[in-house]
């Protein structure tokens, strides 16, 4: 099959600094396969070279100025060209040391004038051959290569498709199990918490403080598990139900003075649980009317990140608090999904150990953490995954192991 490339006309470049032999070439190679270029000189034939891509270049050794040895060299050491065959025509081979130079600097044949005509069309017609097959090559080559790239790129799409399937299979599986456990747990702790404060009573009338002591960590550790309990039940009551309603209706947004009313009463709950060497601190990059959250949604996610970054710190620190504005794309790091348009930031940084690399594509699974298990919080970042998710969002983490980390509640918000 003929492609369109060997129907196209290929560029030759005669050089010579007699007319009539640049006439008497273009003669004998008069062809609709041939774009037939003439340089007058040395330099001439440079200069195209420099412009031009060439199949072949027929070059006359004795020139005044610069003769064809030294064209010769100076093609070899541009970037162009540098693979070019070159035909050397002369009149006389004066001697083999000569004929030795011409192939030293790049020649790959010679001519003897009076030229040949028919061996001339001959050699002019392989070196064609070899040059459209080159080029065949380099193009064969090229599609290889971006066959290749385009391979791996889908090799990471299925990748990361595999991942996010996964994940979803993980949380779906989590929140099946968590539905049943966290039900009969509940019925459980009921009657348990019922009895205890029944036997407090008691231990009160017999005046046993040392009864009252151990009742009361029975009680104390029974309202952590409650609290647990909970969790697993707002997981799995929320996760993903209505993901299919991901606008925030003009009854959940929040004006920037009632944002800052909710957060002012979100913070004061917070500071009594943690250490009061802990500051928190506010700020606002931003003056927006409305914030596409709802007053239900910042009671739920605040607190289980603020604890996070506390207890990231241990006794003493600092917890920044603020808001922003965000437009840009990006890859979450819950769900895996890209994402770009215009999001309203509510982001969380503390001065803590930071997330070690690898890890921060774990944090907001239930039940993992970086933490001694005895210290262990529970499903709270998975309950924020949820609930971020529902709304539409996504969540981005900044951070460097031993320098603190940030982490990114991202809401769609198209007036930002």
């Known amino acids: 099959m003929i492609s369109k490339e060997d129907l196209e006309p290929v560029n030759i470049?005669?050089?010579?600094?007699?007319?009539?032999n640049l006439m008497l070439l273009e003669h004998i190679l008069e062809n609709d396969a041939y774009y037939l270029i003439r340089a007058n000189s040395g330099a001439e034939a440079l200069s195209l070279l420099a412009q031009k891509t060439f199949a072949l270049v027929l070059l006359d050794v004795q020139m005044p100025c610069m003769d064809g040895f030294e064209v010769v060299e100076k093609m070899r050491q541009s970037n162009t060209n540098t693979a070019t065959p070159i035909i050397f025509i002369t009149a006389e081979m004066k001697s083999d040391q000569f004929v030795e130079h011409g192939y030293s600097v790049g020649a790959v044949d010679y001519l003897i004038k009076p030229i040949d005509e028919n061996i001339l069309i001959h050699k002019v017609a392989v070196f064609v051959q070899i040059y459209k097959q080159r080029k065949l090559i380099e193009e064969n080559n090229q599609a290889?290569?971006?066959?290749?790239?385009?391979r791996k790129k889908a090799e990471t799409e299925n990748v990361k498709l595999h991942s996010q399937v996964l994940h979803i299979?993980?949380?779906e599986a989590i929140r099946k199990i968590s539905g049943g456990l966290s039900h009969n747990f509940n019925n459980l702790l009921h009657a348990i918490l019922g009895y205890n404060e029944l036997a407090l009573t008691e231990a009160k009338k017999l005046n046993s403080k040392k009864m009252e002591n151990y009742l009361s960590k029975i009680h104390g550790g029974a309202l952590k598990c409650h609290s647990l309990v909970k969790d697993m039940m707002t997981y799995n009551q929320r996760s993903y139900q209505n993901s299919s309603s991901t606008d925030s209706s003009d009854e959940d947004k929040l004006t920037l003075s009632q944002f800052h009313s909710e957060l002012d009463s979100i913070l004061n709950e917070v500071r009594l649980l943690i250490s009061d060497k802990i500051t928190i601190r506010r700020q606002s990059d931003v003056c927006l009317n409305d914030i596409p959250v709802s007053a239900e949604l910042l009671k739920e996610v605040l607190p289980p990140l603020c604890l996070n970054a506390a207890s990231a710190m241990k006794e003493a620190g600092e917890i920044?608090?603020?808001i922003a504005t965000w437009c840009d794309a990006g890859e979450c790091v819950s769900?895996?999904?890209h994402f770009n348009?215009?999001?309203?930031?509510?982001?969380i940084s503390d001065g803590g150990r930071g997330i070690a690399s690898g890890e921060s594509n774990n944090i907001f699974d239930p039940y993992y953490t970086t933490e001694d298990m005895a210290e262990h919080k529970g499903l709270g970042?998975?309950?924020?995954h949820g609930l971020v998710h529902i709304a539409g969002g996504h969540l981005l983490v900044d951070s460097l192991e031993n320098s603190g980390t940030t982490?990114?509640?991202?809401?769609?918000?198209?007036s930002s």
Request: aromatic residues 14%.
């Open 320 to 322: 920044t608090i603020g």
């Open 381 to 384: 970042l998975s309950v924020v």
């Open 407 to 414: 982490i990114h509640l991202l809401f769609p918000n198209e």
């Open 341 to 347: 348009g215009k999001y309203f930031d509510l982001f």
């Open 335 to 337: 769900c895996f999904k």
């Open 13 to 20: 470049l005669l050089v010579d600094d007699i007319p009539d």
């Open 144 to 150: 290889l290569r971006q066959e290749i790239q385009e």
């Open 169 to 171: 299979n993980k949380y």
